[in-house]
């Protein structure tokens, strides 16, 4: 197989005998028909970076058969591919196929990398606990989530854009915080719990219209709960100017940086016990948010948002809401509307 594009950008051809595509991700994937006429398997399995004490999943692959056109005789089954597909625990597979995507970066595709850094953010992605006055969860007087920078996201019952759009106060914070609370071994074994205890909150990040903005995110192993991180944000892509794993060292570290043809997209890992470097120009104006791509992490807290406010001009400024927005209530009205649209549609064709 050969790797040509990932979140809509195009990356240099890498070929390889296995991908590892994470929640949120996707890819664009040549396959050349080049082999004996028969049939093939295709496989997948998950990949789980979680420690592997834990194994309490799916273990089941997921398979189809490629068939080749022609005249010819099926002497045997077709081969499981044993040998290529990595196991569920394979983390440095996982790590080394990443290693391998880059972008395109030529004349006619060319990327453009902030050089000059306006925003920088150091962000921990953890798992957490919550503690629970009077033992009032029901687990007991603490139960589990996940935080950003040891803030545990919490929905607001009004949402985020349009009470910035209609300046509702009282919905948010505009204080997400560029640093974490504290500084520990964020990848050691046998941290203290009290350090897992999270805050909750509604804080959001704002930044100015084309700030060029980098964040280094941490895994942490609070609760031993290292893990891959698919961290995704809406409303841009970013560049992948570098990963590694342990602790992010500020001093040897960025001198690593590829900030030549580093992977566009919009969705990255987190590596277990690692860290990515991220860099993107906030051209977008509006309400983004910002969120881990497995879901029970994200509804556990693992999120938060970015505002990037309107530039100068029209064209610079976020859009007027549209004259009605369909409540929550309505959407599988909507949904249901739109649906029978479509169908009538297909019908008359």
Same mark, same amino acid.
């Given at each position: 197989?050969t790797?040509?594009g990932?979140? @809509?950008a195009?990356t240099k $051809?890498a070929?390889?005998?296995?991908?590892?595509?994470?929640p949120?991700?996707t890819?664009d994937?040549?396959?050349?028909?080049?082999?004996?006429?028969g049939r093939?398997?295709?496989?997948?399995?998950?990949?789980?970076?979680?420690?592997t004490?834990?194994?309490?999943?799916s273990?089941?692959n997921?398979?189809a058969?490629?068939?080749?056109k022609?005249?010819?005789s099926l002497?045997?089954?077709?081969?499981?591919?044993?040998d290529?597909?990595?196991?569920?625990y394979?983390?440095?597979a996982?790590?080394?196929?990443?290693?391998?995507?880059?972008?395109l970066?030529?004349?006619?595709?060319?990327?453009s990398? $902030?050089?000059y850094?306006?925003t920088?953010?150091?962000?921990?992605?953890?798992?957490?606990?919550l503690?629970?006055?009077n033992?009032s969860?029901?687990?007991?007087?603490?139960?589990?989530?996940?935080?950003?920078?040891?803030?545990?996201?919490?929905n607001?019952?009004?949402?985020?854009l349009?009470?910035?759009y209609r300046?509702i106060?009282g919905?948010y914070?505009?204080d997400?915080?560029?640093l $974490?609370?504290?500084w520990y071994?964020?990848?050691?074994?046998d941290?203290?719990?009290?350090?897992?205890v999270?805050?909750e909150?509604?804080?959001v990040k704002?930044?100015?219209?084309?700030e060029t903005?980098?964040?280094?995110?941490? @895994?942490?192993?609070l609760?031993?709960g290292?893990e891959?991180?698919p961290?995704h944000?809406?409303?841009?892509?970013?560049?992948?100017?570098g990963?590694?794993?342990?602790?992010?060292?500020?001093?040897?570290?960025?001198? @690593?940086?590829?900030?030549?043809d580093?992977?566009k997209?919009?969705t990255?890992?987190?590596?277990?016990?690692?860290?990515?470097?991220?860099r993107?120009?906030?051209?977008n104006?509006g309400?983004?948010?910002?969120?881990?791509?497995?879901?029970r992490?994200?509804?556990? @807290?693992m999120?938060?948002a970015f505002?990037?406010?309107n530039g100068d001009?029209?064209?610079?400024s976020?859009?007027?809401?549209?004259?009605y927005?369909p409540?929550?209530?309505?959407?599988?009205n909507?949904?249901l509307k739109?649906?029978a649209?479509?169908?009538?549609d297909?019908?008359?064709i």
């Open positions: 197989m790797v040509v990932m979140d @809509g195009y $051809p070929v390889t005998s296995y991908i590892t595509i994470g949120g991700q890819m994937v040549l396959l050349t028909a080049n082999q004996s006429l093939y398997y295709m496989a997948a399995r998950r990949y789980s970076s979680e420690d004490e834990v194994t309490a999943f273990h089941i997921v398979t058969i490629l068939r080749y022609g005249n010819y002497a045997s089954p077709p081969v499981f591919p044993s290529t597909l990595p196991s569920f394979d983390y440095f996982a790590a080394n196929f990443l290693a391998q995507l880059k972008s970066a030529n004349e006619e595709y060319p990327i990398v $902030p050089q850094i306006s920088r953010m150091f962000i921990t992605a953890s798992l957490n606990e503690l629970c006055a033992d969860c029901a687990s007991g007087d603490s139960k589990i989530a996940t935080s950003l920078s040891n803030l545990s996201w919490v607001p019952s009004i949402d985020v349009f009470a910035y300046n106060s919905v914070t505009p997400f915080p560029n $974490p609370p504290s071994n964020f990848t050691g074994d941290l203290p719990t009290s350090l897992a999270a805050a909150g509604t804080k704002v930044l100015n219209f084309n903005v980098e964040i280094i995110f941490q @895994g942490t192993n609760l031993k290292s891959t991180h961290m944000l809406h409303g841009h892509s970013f560049y992948v100017v990963s590694g794993f342990k602790n992010f060292d500020n001093e040897t570290d960025p001198q @690593g940086y590829n900030l030549i580093p992977p997209v919009n990255f890992a987190v590596p277990k016990k690692g860290w990515i470097t991220i993107f120009t906030a051209n104006p309400v983004w948010y910002w969120h881990c791509h497995i879901d992490h994200m509804s556990w @807290g999120s938060t505002i990037v406010l001009t029209e064209e610079t976020m859009r007027p809401p549209p004259s927005m409540p929550c209530t309505d959407a599988s909507v949904a739109e649906t649209s479509f169908f009538a297909i019908n008359q």
